[in-house]
C-alpha cells in the first residue's frame, strides 16, 4: 500500500509544480539521504530479479522486465563511489526508481524511499568541498532538510552521462 501511495504522489507532483520549488524523491543510500528531481522519475518499484549482464560496466548491475521493457538497473553506491560495507535495511525496502533521462529508461537501486517534498530552489547551495562521499561533480547541491540535516541532491545528467560518454550503456 506504502508503495502505491508513493506512485499516486509522485503522479500528483508532476502536475502540481509550484513556482519557485520542485518536489523530489528523497531516498536513502548507506544511511545519507540522497534527492532527485521528481522529473525525471516514472515510478517506484519493489526491487525485483535482476538479471546480471556480463561485462557491463561496473555500476550496471543487470537489467529488470519492468512490464515488457528492458531496464538497465544502476547500483548508485558504485557509481557515486559509496561503501555498500555496513549497510542497515531490511532487504524488502529496497527499491528501484524507474528514470526517464535523455529518451532512456533506467532504473536506480536504493536502500529505502524516504518520501516526496517540495524544495524551495532559492535554498539550494552548491556542494560542500570534500574529499569523502559521493563524487561532487554528480551533485547539483544541498538542501537544508531540516535544523540539523542536509538533503544531498544529485545531477542525474552529470551522474548518468558523465562526461559525454553515456554510462547507462
Not at 500528483?12 to 518536489?23: I, L, R, V
Not at 531496464?71 to 559509496?82: C, E, F, G, S
Not at 529518451?103 to 574529499?131: A, C, F, M, Q
Not at 532538510?145 to 562526461?163: P, S, V
Request: glycine share 6%; charged share 30%.
Amino acid at each position: 500500500m506504502q508503495l502505491e501511495a508513493q506512485n499516486i504522489a509522485l503522479k500528483k507532483a508532476k502536475e502540481d509544480k509550484k513556482a519557485g520549488k520542485n518536489q523530489y524523491v528523497v531516498f536513502n543510500i548507506a544511511q545519507e539521504e540522497y534527492g532527485v528531481e521528481i522529473s525525471y522519475t516514472r515510478e517506484i518499484i519493489k526491487s525485483p530479479q535482476i538479471t546480471r549482464v556480463p561485462n557491463s560496466a561496473q555500476h550496471i548491475i543487470g537489467v529488470i522486465n519492468l512490464r515488457g521493457i528492458i531496464v538497465p538497473v544502476v547500483n548508485l553506491h558504485d557509481r557515486l563511489d559509496i561503501s555498500e560495507d555496513n549497510l542497515n535495511f531490511a532487504e524488502d525496502e529496497e527499491r528501484i526508481i524507474t528514470i526517464e533521462i535523455n529518451d532512456l529508461t533506467l532504473g536506480l537501486r536504493v536502500d529505502y524511499i524516504e518520501g516526496i517534498v517540495w524544495l524551495d530552489e532559492n535554498k539550494i547551495t552548491d556542494p560542500p568541498e570534500s574529499s569523502d562521499g559521493p563524487r561532487r561533480d554528480f551533485l547539483k547541491g544541498v538542501c537544508p532538510r531540516n535544523e540539523n540535516h542536509l538533503l544531498i541532491l544529485l545531477d542525474l545528467e552529470k551522474t548518468l552521462m558523465y562526461g559525454g560518454v553515456n554510462f547507462a550503456d
